[in-house]
């Protein structure tokens, strides 16, 4: 469903060795929000909700929430080095819109909720 890359799950693992808990693993999920209708959110959390679903990317635990799945089947993970610093980048094959920002999306049948104007 979910496919993380090496770089990415590197920097994961860097993270969640800091937050020095064995307990935690990474959330992903979509809400509605962002400007082109539904926003990312990715994070550490230690306690699974009932409709989650769970799998591992190179030993990585991620839980997405059942209202997410459809949104993110497929969906990639990556990790870009850059002049500025680096962060995480995801591609989504379910988008059919994105937002300059690259946190904010809405598929062929679902366009979510939009921010306010200016909001991303």
Not at 24 to 42: A, I, N, P, Q
């Amino acid at each position: 469903m979910i496919t993380i890359s090496e770089l990415a799950s590197e920097k994961i693992k860097e993270m969640l060795e800091q937050e020095g808990s064995p307990d935690l693993f990474l959330r992903v999920g979509v809400k509605e929000g962002g400007c082109s209708g539904f926003s990312y959110g990715m994070g550490f959390d230690d306690e699974e909700q009932e409709g989650d679903q769970a799998l591992t990317a190179h030993g990585i635990k991620v839980v997405v929430d059942s209202d997410s799945v459809k949104y993110l089947h497929g969906l990639i993970i990556d990790f870009k080095e850059s002049a500025m610093g680096g962060g995480f980048t995801i591609e989504n094959p379910n988008a059919s819109a994105t937002c300059g920002c690259g946190s904010s999306f809405r598929t062929a049948t679902d366009a979510g909720k939009p921010a306010a104007e200016g909001e991303c």
